[in-house]
Structure formats: structure tokens, C-alpha cells
T-cell receptor, first 117, second 118 residues
Framework: KQEVTQIPAALSVPEGENLVLNCSFTDSAIYNLQWFRQDPGKGLTSLLL?????REQTSGRLNASLDKSSGRSTLYIAASQPGDSATYLC????????????????FGQGTILTVHP | GAGVSQSPSNKVTEKGKDVELRCDPISGHTALYWYRQSLGQGLEFLIYFQGNSAPDKSGLPSDRFSAERTGGSVSTLTIQRTQQEDSAVYLCASSLRPDRGEAKNIQYFGAGTRLSVL
């Protein structure tokens, strides 16, 4: 059974810092990995999606890397801002033996990020 | 619509009552997913619909939970004889067919229905 772990559980940093959020997964047979952010009382917003064949994806100040063989992904946030404060969730989609994906995502517990001015 | 819409946004019910939660996916999305987010449990998968295929119900926690998707669009999650442990935020997501192309894998989430069972 796939298990996804996110470290740290919570992080508080001053504005302007670069930071790294970590995600690890136990089963490397994944189709892709997604990073989401969740604001209080709201749904999830997809930030980055990395296919299993890719090593990294970038969007603005965000960079996500994937090392499938070691079961790890990192989300790098550059020059953090108070508006980045949210819960960040990592999720993996499994692949079956044929290489096509099942629909369901397995989520980590999330990292609660607070960026203070 | 522009995004995934869920209703109601909040639902308070008494233990033992049945509840129905509704999800309107993004127009044109063939895949629809239900997840549950509980305190201390994180986000867990419940059920997945893809087109006319049989749904993947492997995440439903008990036979009190069921879901249907009519006409390949709107979905209803039904919880019968609700229990206090059913209290959670129920999230719905949709995507284009997930096995074709990178961009079509992205799941778009609704704001969720917060269910409180008293």
C-alpha cells in the first residue's frame, strides 16, 4: 500500500526566505506526482505536476523535483511571501503494470507553511 | 461552469440521518473523484468515476457510503445512517481523461462540503 509522508509538518519562516518542503513515498510505481496548496476553508489548487519520466517542473517561484527511484520529491519556494502561507500537499498517482494510471491520488498529511512579514 | 462546484458548502445533520452531497464537475471532464479530509487523517480517496466504466469504489469506508454519477456529469455522494466519525470535509475533483497526456492528469478540486454529524 502506498504511503506518502511530508516533512516538516509545519514550517514558519520570515518573508523573503527560500524554503524546501519534502515528500517521500514508499512505492515507486507512480504515474505522476502533484503538489497542491490548500487555503483554509477552500479546496485544493494544483501547483505543479511531474510525470514519472520527468525530473522537475517549474512555475514562477516554485520548483518541484522528483527522484522516483528513491521515492522523493521536493518543492522549492523562492523568495517566500506572506501570500504563500497555506497547507502544501503532495500526492502520487499510481501506475499499474501496463503503465496506465489509476485515477486515485494518495496524499501526504501536508506541510502547514506560515510566512510572516 | 468555470470550476468544480459542490453543494451544500456546509451540512449539519443528526446521527442516523441520511445525507446527500452534490458535485458538478468542470464541463467536459470525464473523470470525477471523491475524497474525504478528516482531522488527523489527511485526505483519503473514496471513489473514482471514468466515463462509462465501472467506478473504482475501493476507498469507500463502509456500505453506508455510495455514489452515483448521472449522465456522465453530476455526481451525488450519499451517506446513510450517518455516524459522528463521518464528520469531515468531502472534496470532489474532476479531470479530463487521466490516461491521456500530461495536462489531462491534473485534478481540479471543488471547495468541499463540510459535514458535521451531531
Amino acid at each position: 500500500k502506498q504511503e506518502v509522508t511530508q516533512i516538516p509538518a509545519a514550517l514558519s519562516v520570515p518573508e523573503g526566505e527560500n524554503l524546501v518542503l519534502n515528500c517521500s513515498f514508499t512505492d515507486s510505481a507512480i504515474y505522476n506526482l502533484q503538489w497542491f496548496r490548500q487555503d483554509p476553508g477552500k479546496g485544493l489548487t494544483s501547483l505543479l505536476l511531474i510525470q514519472s519520466s520527468q525530473r522537475e517542473q517549474t512555475s514562477g517561484r516554485l520548483n518541484a523535483s522528483l527522484d522516483k527511484s528513491s521515492g522523493r520529491s521536493t518543492l522549492y519556494i523562492a523568495a517566500s511571501q506572506p501570500g504563500d502561507s497555506a497547507t502544501y500537499l503532495c500526492a502520487v498517482r499510481p501506475s499499474n503494470a501496463g503503465g496506465t494510471s489509476y485515477g486515485k491520488l494518495t496524499f501526504g498529511q501536508g506541510t502547514i507553511l506560515t510566512v510572516h512579514p | 461552469g468555470a470550476g468544480v462546484s459542490q453543494s451544500p458548502s456546509n451540512k449539519v445533520t443528526e446521527k442516523g440521518k441520511d445525507v446527500e452531497l452534490r458535485c458538478d464537475p468542470i464541463s467536459g471532464h470525464t473523470a470525477l473523484y471523491w475524497y474525504r479530509q478528516s482531522l488527523g487523517q489527511g485526505l483519503e480517496f473514496l471513489i473514482y468515476f471514468q466515463g462509462n466504466s465501472a467506478p473504482d469504489k475501493s476507498g469507500l469506508p463502509s456500505d453506508r457510503f455510495s455514489a452515483e454519477r448521472t449522465g456522465g456529469s453530476v455526481s451525488t455522494l450519499t451517506i446513510q445512517r450517518t455516524q459522528q466519525e463521518d464528520s469531515a470535509v468531502y472534496l470532489c475533483a474532476s479531470s479530463l481523461r487521466p490516461d491521456r497526456g500530461e495536462a489531462k492528469n491534473i485534478q481540479y478540486f471543488g471547495a468541499g462540503t463540510r459535514l458535521s454529524v451531531l
